[in-house]
């Protein structure tokens, strides 16, 4: 399909010669095979000197410049697909030396086919170069003179802002017209509204006191006379009545050579600056004042550590008569402390952070306080004597570290040492801790008063000081707990040997007053080792060896070693499962018959308690109950034998009692008179026949809790036995403080009986006094028939032990009880 009117004729070369020169060059293109025919114009655009017969469209799109090649394509589809008119897009082609130039492409399809679709398209393409060229390089002038444009205005408003900040305004005095105009600045400061004309004579003289209008005359008469800028300090009296102080800056214009014709100036308000300057002024003598009158001395110093200041207390450091200021630190302060100020300056220097020292000021023998502070180019240096404080400082941590009954380190000052002395220790050297404590020291208190057990402690400390070197460190670490420090020994036996040395200055008798006692000590000692300086641990390795003393051997010492641990991991996991005993059934009861020495018929029996451990067996009492006692459990566990003892003695003949052994622990964490209460009444035994094994600790301890307890136990008619009387520090004036029904004695009394002739003068004693008193009294321990015979001979009235047989469960105590026990016989 051709379009009316648009289809031109062939090329000829008239038409060429008409373009050729008019830097315009004519295409034509065969939309369906590429093909495209340029006229010569076209390719001398390009500065090809031969024309080419014909090209391809993706030659030509292939000169196109890469960056333009997608904005072509697109513009000459958007005319293919008659979204446009014409085809026409400004654009960069490749010449032939590899430079590009911008032309100017337009063109139209002049013929399609039956569907629409373009067949043929013909167009120009112009040379632009040049014109673009002259485009950008004038809009780049235009932006100059815009960007310009922008600076100059925006320097003004910053120059209108900044003399608004700094509250100065400019005018002008034409010297020929004899007019004066204010800039809208000037017009704020004199406190008016901006005018857009000049001021007045009657206001100029309004703003000016008349000594300061004849000041500025004079002074700008002479700067206009020799030509020169003049500078006068006056003051304005504002249109709102304010008084400001000012400088007034003005120079004289003119023409070269010739009179001046203008004067031109700014003025500034200084008030505020001034007020400044006065409180500075102020402040200064403030401070100065304040530096003299302190107590401190005063030095400041610059960067370089020369003084240039100091006030006057600060010449009783420097040395009588020298000169401070311009003197260096080291100068001022000589030695070590002139060494540690010159270190604190340049820390404080370089953190920017204050310093505080403490010194020790050889001159003077005095303590001082140094405080340095950072400035911007000055160090400030402030020094005090802080001697007195220093000293009360001193007997504040003494008295806050020592005991005030035996004048040694207490814990605090101990534990003090000990942290720094392990941190120190050094190699080669041995480093032993021993803990003590005083064996029995509680019923020595309650027996004879808190004044001797004071004078007992002091006494031990003495004898443990004079055991002791200098270097070791005793102290008192609780009631009657010592802890020593053995610092640096040659080898650890030193500790075994210092320990065997206490042991035996505490076997010397302790006169105190009318007592004499026997004193002795229980000792744990651990060694530290140089792979470990645990302090905390160390005590635990002391401690474990004092508690494996006092349950083995009181009044002697243990050295920890790794198996105590062991063992003391092992209790606690015995302490665990004795908590669920009681639930897994594992606790059973057992008897032990008690005879009667007249006729040999089973008075009562004694309670004992067996535990069958799952996976250890049997565990002895001697090791559960003190177990128990320590962790509470005690409490349920006394419960629970009570309960289950009271039911089974129900069963037994009405003559024969139980005794249950009641632990002070018990007494301390439960209300026993209303449990026996209790069990008396759900088990329906009679009260007379439970007999209570109460210890001697009861009776000693003066404990009103305990007393009362025991009177209470008294009302329900039980009947209450002194349990193994004579192995602590009982005394005899103290069975009047409480009157048992009966007494037992301990087995050890008897362990020395062997032959008939053999004689025990303290338990005769004590069957005596028992006897004297109509107190029965039971001998425990009882294993051969000469013992028998003895303790039957001193009148006792009951005796227990294996000689009557093994402990046995509830029905073998329903079996002796039925046929009698043969060994009485």
Sequence with gaps: MTLAGNRPDDFTDIVNLAVEESGTGIWDRDVVTGEIRYSRGWWRILGYAEMPARSHIEAAYARVHPDDLDYVRQTMQDHFDRRTARYEV???LRCADGSYKWV??????????????????VGTTT??????????????EKAEARFRAEQLAERTREQAAAHRLA???????????????????????????????????????????????????????????????????HRLTAFDGRTLDVVSYAEPIGEAGGRARRLRGVTQDVTAYRRMQAALRSSEALAFRVLEATRDAVIVFDRGGRARFANARAARFAGAGQEIVGNRLADLFPGTAGHRLAAGAERAAATGAPVRLELSWAPTGRWLEADLYPGEDDISLFVRDVTERKLTQDRLIEAAETDSLTGEFNRRGFFTRLEAALTAQARGRAMALICADVNYFTEINDSFGHGVGDEVLKTVARRLKSCLRPRDILARTGGDEFMILLNGM?????????????????????????????????????????????????????????????????????????????????????????????GRSELELAFQPIVRTADGTIAAAET??????????????????????????????????LRQACAAACRWPETVGLSVNVSPRQIELADLPALVRDVLEATGLAPRRLHLEITETVLVSRNRHYLATLH????????????????????????????????????????????????????????????????????????????LNHV????????????????????????LLARGVPASR
């Design 167 to 233: 509250q100065i305004g400019s005018w002008q005095w034409d010297l020929a017209a004899g007019e004066i105009r204010f800039s809208p600045e000037t017009w704020q400061l004199a406190g008016g509204e901006a005018r857009n004309r000049p001021v007045t004579l009657d206001e100029l003289r309004a703003l000016f006191p008349p000594a300061d209008r004849r000041l500025l005359l004079r002074r700008f008469v002479a700067g206009l006379k020799a030509g020169q800028p003049v500078s006068v300090q």
């Design 104 to 121: 100017l492409s337009r063109g139209m399809v002049v013929e399609r086919d039956i569907a629409g679709r373009p067949v043929r398209m």
């Design 608 to 641: 004992l308690l067996r535990w069958n451990h799952p996976e250890q067996g049997r565990i002895p009492p001697a090791e559960f109950i003190p177990l128990a006692e320590e962790s509470g459990l005690i409490a349920p566990i006394g419960a629970w034998v």
């Design 490 to 582: 040659r080898r650890p036996g030193d500790a075994t040997t210092l320990a065997r040395r206490i042991v035996g200055a505490m076997e010397e008798r302790f006169e105190l007053g009318d007592l004499s006692l026997r004193i002795s000590l229980s000792i744990g000692l651990a060694i530290a080792s140089l792979a470990d300086r645990d302090a905390a641990r160390l005590c635990r390795h002391a401690d474990l060896a004092l508690y494996e003393t006092r349950t083995e051997a009181p009044g002697s010492f243990r050295v920890f070693t790794p198996a105590m641990e062991q063992e003391s991991l092992r209790k606690r996991q015995l302490k665990r499962d004795l908590a669920d005993a009681l």
């Design 792 to 815: 039957r001979r001193l009148g006792a009235a009951c005796v227990q032990g294996f000689y009557f047989g093994q402990p046995v469960n509830e029905a073998g105590m329903r079996g």
């Design 127 to 140: 040379d632009i170069t040049t014109l673009r060229t002259l485009a950008e390089e004038l809009a780049r």
């Design 712 to 787: 209470r136990l008294r009302e329900l008619g039980v009947r209450l036995v002194l349990d193994d009387f004579g192995t602590g520090y009982s005394s005899l004036a103290q069975l009047d403080a409480f009157r048992f029904d009966a007494m037992k004695i301990d087995q050890s009394f008897l362990r020395r009986i062997r032959a008939e002739t053999d004689e025990t003068p303290i338990l005769n004693a004590i069957v005596g006094m028992a006897t004297a008193i109509r107190m029965p009294i039971t001998v425990e321990g009882v294993e051969t028939q000469v013992q």
């Design 90 to 92: 400004e654009h960069r």
